[in-house]
């Protein structure tokens, strides 16, 4: 039995730890979360949130570019080529970082011309350096799972997530923090992280012609993630909760993502899986094929499905007490907006496996198409949404994006198993 057990661990070894470490990761989140809305206080966590989703963007692009196809690719590589192939990603991450740095200060510094009544010129500084650090760190902590050291990313999430917290339990019990301290405090504990992990990054050699080679697969591979990154921000939750805090203010946008933070516990599960099913899903079909890789996401649907499930269930029939409880009765008015989340995370769970299925195929044009229709409808809905139902019309515009999403998705998926077959 011991031995049965052993061996179960020592084969699902990668997952163990993805979903160990994204308990944390998440697990922390949701603990972070809940310290910042109760003690900045509903429109002080708005102004946060929105400051937050500028490096939560850039991120988004750098995954699209960079830490996508690196964790469909690099499982490909020959032990000989692995070496040089590093060496062209980490070269890509540099610039991207750079890039992404200067063009977020850039953005911010006409903001500050335009408009001034934003008051955004004393959060330029820890918003930058926190969107640095936080890049690095993050590609770290893909970096070693993709190089199969799980435990290492484990480690590094630790010191950064684990470092973050508990410096901001200190700050919030003997001082009264703004949105400029917190931003501080992530930016240093991300940074921690990323120089603690240098020290365990594998030689890697540089070649041009390498570096052209991978340059080109990356972007063939992550052109459509690409757009398909910047048309989230056009159609869904960002374009909605951004529209709402120009219409109803940052006191609703903080309503919105303290109920979002609850429901997000679900994070565990979805990036767990989006660091190790891609990579999985890939070595499946090119050993199994079509059928095997349809195989493995129905196992992975059906579990995660009822996890998701359970959650969901919670957060709809407890919204009121959840919300009241973690932070405070000002909070507890908006509860039903955690119902509204709960049928949500439903929809973007059974997108996660479908998705992970075309990107083992490389068909990755899918995830765009569907982003491009309901970039469509998120633009054309938005403010007749938000102007005749308000708050609601938010969560109605996110539920009906999501489920035309899944549905493009779900049916692509399956004409690309037909032509498989």
């Given amino acids: 039995m011991i031995a049965f057990v052993a061996g179960l661990f020592s084969k699902y070894r990668t997952a163990n730890w993805a979903l160990a470490d994204q308990a944390m990761v998440s697990g922390t989140n949701f603990l972070t979360g809940i310290l910042i809305a109760r003690y900045l206080g509903l429109e002080e966590f708005g102004r946060f949130t929105l400051a937050w989703m500028t490096v939560t963007f850039f991120c988004s692009l750098q995954f699209a570019v960079i830490v996508s196809p690196m964790m469909s690719i690099a499982p490909k590589q020959s032990s000989r080529e692995l070496v040089y192939y590093w060496g062209a990603v980490f070269l890509q991450q540099v610039v991207w970082v750079v890039a992404s740095a200067l063009m977020l200060l850039s953005l911010l510094w006409v903001s500050v011309g335009v408009f001034p009544q934003w008051e955004i010129k004393g959060i330029i500084s820890p918003l930058v350096f926190a969107l640095i650090a936080f890049q690095i760190q993050d590609f ?87 757009a398909s990154a910047l048309l989230q921000w056009t159609s869904g939750y960002n374009f909605f909760l951004a529209v709402a805090g120009i219409m109803l203010g940052a006191m609703e946008v903080g309503a919105i993502k303290a109920a979002q933070n609850i429901i997000g516990l679900a994070n565990i599960l979805f990036m767990a899986m989006e660091n190790f099913v891609p990579g999985r899903a890939a070595k499946i079909f090119i050993g199994e094929g079509m059928v095997g890789l349809i195989k493995y996401l129905k196992k992975i649907a059906v579990g995660g499905g009822l996890a998701t499930g359970v959650l969901a269930i919670v957060a709809i029939f407890f919204a009121d007490t959840l919300m009241g409880l973690l932070y405070g009765e000002k909070y507890a008015i908006y509860s039903d907006l955690l119902q509204w989340f709960g049928v949500i995370y439903m929809l973007i769970f059974f997108s996660l496996p479908i998705g992970a299925g075309l990107r083992a195929l490389e068909k990755t044009q899918s995830l765009f198409t569907s982003l491009l229709w309901m970039t469509g409808f998120s633009v054309l809905s938005v403010y007749p949404l938000i102007e005749w139902m308000g708050i609601y019309g938010v969560m109605l515009g996110i539920i009906v994006v999501r489920s035309g999403v899944l549905l493009i998705l779900f049916n692509d998926f399956g004409r690309q198993a037909e032509i498989c077959r």
């Fill in 140 to 226: 770290f902590r893909r970096y070693f799972f993709s190089t199969l050291r799980p435990h290492l990313a484990f480690l590094n999430d630790s010191v950064s997530y684990l470092g973050q917290l508990g410096v901001l339990i200190v700050l919030f019990q003997y001082t009264e923090p703004s949105t400029p301290d917190v931003l501080w405090v992530i930016a240093i504990s991300s940074f921690v992280a990323a120089g603690i992990a240098l020290f365990s990054i594998r030689p890697f050699k540089f070649s041009r012609r390498v570096v052209i080679k991978v340059v080109s697969q990356h972007w063939k591979f992550s052109r459509w993630l690409l």
